[in-house]
């Protein structure tokens, strides 16, 4: 087990390496995943039309100047929301935008923490590593006022797989897309990504599985994400097979995001109102919940 300090794409990062696992986080660029390896196989997708990212106070539109891939948090919103205030909240939240304070550190751990402008609230990440190739994410959100807040979260990995990489859940999920009047690809339904060639880009949201495990096999490799579905109720999916882009002239990409979320809606008014009691901190509360990875032999099922 080791942590040490190195330098990503110009920043200061911190690397977490034991039991087989490399991780790799940048606190100044939103304390974002920048590498997560089990194996010797990376897992995260990195956009080549927007190297090297340049986040931090940067202005303008996140999927145009700032979708360069790894591992988001996306807090307290997802979509562009105007408030009733004045207040306008940016694209995929705020956090990405922001440096993260590094509050804790050892050999097998490391915990982020932020506090936000647009609420007032402060989050922390927890990441370790475990025994025999386990990452444990723990997060803490605390309501720092005397006033009842909603909020949506959702963790937002880009993953980099192959066509015909396949998700695995123990009995099938109610899949419904994020889009009103739209119908969902068959290749989603199926749980199965296609090639670029397929031209599709959706987001679907589900409940999440009764166990709280979904598992992506690819090429040989496998990465499974379990959590409490009491404390994570939802899970969104980003499939993009060639059929989106966000940088203008670039051509699209082909990528695929798991997002356990709070909140089941990129709309944060329809988030909220969907999942009330999820997205709703009282005053002075303080939230927790978890989401580990584990990255078991790929012809075996998580048990």
């Keep these: 087990m080791a942590l040490s300090t190195s330098e990503a794409l110009g920043r200061e990062s911190f690397l977490l390496e034991g039991f087989g696992l490399c991780l790799e986080v940048v606190p100044a660029e939103g304390g974002r995943i920048v590498r997560l390896e089990a194996h010797g196989h990376a897992w995260l997708w990195s956009n080549p039309s927007l190297q090297p990212p340049n986040r931090v106070d940067e202005p303008g539109s996140y999927v ?9 948090e996306i807090f307290p919103n ?19 935008g922001r440096a993260w304070d590094v509050v804790r550190s050892n050999r097998e751990s ?11 609230v402060r989050l922390e990440r927890s990441i370790r590593l475990l ?29 980099a797989v192959s066509p015909g990489a396949r998700l695995h859940v123990k009995e099938p999920l109610a899949w419904w897309p994020e889009a009103t ?4 690809p068959q290749a989603l339904l199926d749980g199965v990504m296609p090639g670029r060639e397929a031209g599709v880009a959706c987001k679907a949201f589900a ?15 496998a990465l499974c994400f379990r959590w409490d579905p009491a404390r994570i109720p939802h899970v969104g999916l980003w499939m993009n097979a060639g059929g989106w882009s966000g940088v203008p ?17 990129d709309d944060f ?33 998580c048990t």
């Design 78 to 96: 997802l979509s562009p929301r105007q408030c009733d205030d004045g207040q306008a909240w940016p694209d995929h939240g705020e956090l990405w």
């Design 131 to 159: 025994s025999p190739g386990k990452v444990a994410l723990t997060y803490m959100v605390d309501n720092l006022s005397d006033t009842e807040l909603a909020f949506t979260w959702a963790a937002h990995p880009l993953l």
């Design 181 to 184: 009047g739209t119908s969902l």
């Design 64 to 72: 145009a100047a700032h979708d360069d891939g790894g591992w988001d």
């Design 110 to 120: 490391l915990a982020l923490a932020v506090v936000s402008k647009l609420l007032p």
């Design 207 to 221: 409940p999440a599985p009764a166990d709280g495990q979904l598992t992506v096999l690819d090429d040989g490799h």
């Design 249 to 265: 002239g670039a051509p699209p990409y082909h990528n695929l995001a798991v997002e356990p979320c709070i909140g089941p809606s």
């Design 269 to 301: 008014e329809r988030a909220c109102a969907l999942a009330p009691e999820a997205t709703m901190l009282a005053p002075r509360e303080t939230r927790t919940w978890w989401l580990d990875l584990e990255f078991p032999i790929s012809s075996e099922a």
